[in-house]
C-alpha cells in the first residue's frame, strides 16, 4: 500500500509589517516565508540537527520564484515544502505557497542548495548517509516519477 504524499506545511498569517506601498506582500518577503517554511521542513524531519552535529550548513545557490496572485492583509498562507531532485553535489526544495483552504497558487519557488563544510571550506558530495538522509525526505511525486 501506497502512504499518500505529504508535504510539509507551515502557516503564515499576513502581518501589516509584510505589506508594501501596494497593500499586499513584498515580493522580498516570500523569500523569508519560504525559509521559514524550509526551517520547519528540516527541523521536523530530524534532519536538521543531524545536519548541524554533522558540521554542515544548508547554502541557497540559486532561487527561481514565480509570483502568481498578491495575499493581502490577514490572509493565512500555506507553504507546501518537499524534495523535488537529489543530485551529486547539490539538490531542490519546491514550495508552493497557498491562500489556506484553497487551491489558490500565491507562488512558487525550486530553492537549489549545496551542503557545505566549513571545515573543509567548500560543497561536499550528496553521497552515503546524506544522500539517504535527503531521499528519505518527503518528495514531490512528479519528481518521484522522473527519477
Excluded at 107 to 124: I, N
Aim: hydrophobic share 45%.
Amino acid at each position: 500500500m501506497t502512504t499518500p504524499f505529504q508535504p510539509h506545511l507551515t502557516e503564515i498569517k499576513v502581518r501589516g509589517y509584510h505589506l508594501d506601498l501596494y497593500g499586499h506582500v513584498n515580493n522580498a518577503r516570500y523569500l523569508e516565508f519560504l525559509e521559514e517554511a524550509r526551517w520547519g521542513f528540516t527541523e521536523d524531519q530530524g534532519f536538521l540537527q543531524w545536519v548541524i552535529d554533522s558540521g554542515l550548513a544548508f547554502v541557497i545557490v540559486n532561487i527561481n520564484i514565480d509570483y502568481r496572485r498578491p495575499a493581502m492583509m490577514g490572509e493565512a498562507l500555506l507553504i507546501e515544502t518537499a524534495m523535488k531532485k537529489v543530485g551529486n553535489r547539490s539538490a531542490v526544495i519546491h514550495q508552493t505557497v497557498k491562500l489556506k483552504g484553497t487551491d489558490t497558487l500565491i507562488a512558487q519557488a525550486d530553492v537549489t542548495f549545496v551542503m557545505f563544510d566549513g571545515k573543509r571550506g567548500s560543497a561536499v558530495a550528496l553521497d552515503g548517509e546524506l544522500r539517504e538522509r535527503f531521499l528519505s525526505l518527503p518528495t514531490w511525486p512528479e519528481a518521484a516519477a522522473s527519477a
